[in-house]
């Protein structure tokens, strides 16, 4: 059981660039998530989607898209990366079971030059 | 004020208790959530309360919940250089999403 995977673990971008961040789960779990986590700032939501089939905004959409490819996989798209998307992301999967934790990805270090 | 804070910063000694702190704004949240991270490493569930319980304990871990003043502590007993990491707080907001503070960093000195 891997758990919730990520790749790649590091990447460097130049503005304007474009990359997809990969994320599956095998725990079977419906809903998936997306989060960046900057210094002083916690971890923010970006995209989620309750179950296959279905993606939602977050607080913070901006400059991402998302695509849940099948219940195991769950893509974030930056179309033209920017300076302000450096960051750390984290992608992390729940069931809604009676305390619906989220597990927790180890992580995508992006740096946008 | 924001939605979850927590303070940013705690050093101890090795071998005593570690007490970090948590307040939330928003009297509907059902579950609360204290999760670990370690340098370089994705967030590790370390343990969660519901909304109607004031205290759980696992082994050196304790959580206590003060409804009444939206407050939420996770103690470490015995604590070890192997603590040292960021501590978040954590609380459900609506169906799916988790709003988090921004992180204790415990600091453990040998």
């Known amino acids: 059981n891997a758990g919730v995977t990520q790749t790649p673990k590091f990447q460097v971008l130049k503005t304007g660039q474009s990359m997809t961040l990969q994320c599956a789960q095998d725990m079977n779990h419906n809903s998936m998530y997306w989060y960046r986590q900057d210094p002083g700032m916690g971890l923010r939501l970006i995209y989620y989607s309750a179950s296959e089939g279905t993606t939602d905004k977050g607080e913070v959409p901006n400059g991402y898209n998302v695509s849940r490819l099948n219940k195991r996989e769950f893509s974030l798209r930056l179309e033209s990366a920017a300076p302000s998307q450096t960051s750390v992301y984290f992608c992390a999967s729940s069931d809604l079971g009676y305390q619906e934790t989220q597990y927790f990805g180890p992580g995508t270090r992006l740096l946008v030059l | 004020g924001e939605d979850v804070e927590q303070s940013l910063f705690l050093s101890v000694r090795e071998g005593d208790s570690s007490v970090i702190n948590c307040t939330y704004t928003?009297?509907?949240?059902?579950?609360l959530y204290w999760y670990k991270q370690e340098p370089g490493a994705g967030l590790q569930l370390l343990t969660y309360i519901f909304s109607n319980m004031d205290m759980k304990q696992d082994q050196r871990l304790t959580v206590l919940l003060n409804k009444k003043d939206k407050h939420l502590s996770l103690r470490i007993a015995d604590t070890q250089t192997g603590d040292s990491a960021i501590y978040f707080c954590?609380?459900?907001?609506?169906?799916?999403?988790?709003?988090f503070g921004k992180g204790t960093k415990l600091s453990v000195i040998p």
């Open positions: 954590a609380r459900r907001a609506g169906s799916y999403q988790l709003t």
């Open positions: 928003d009297s509907s949240s059902t579950y």
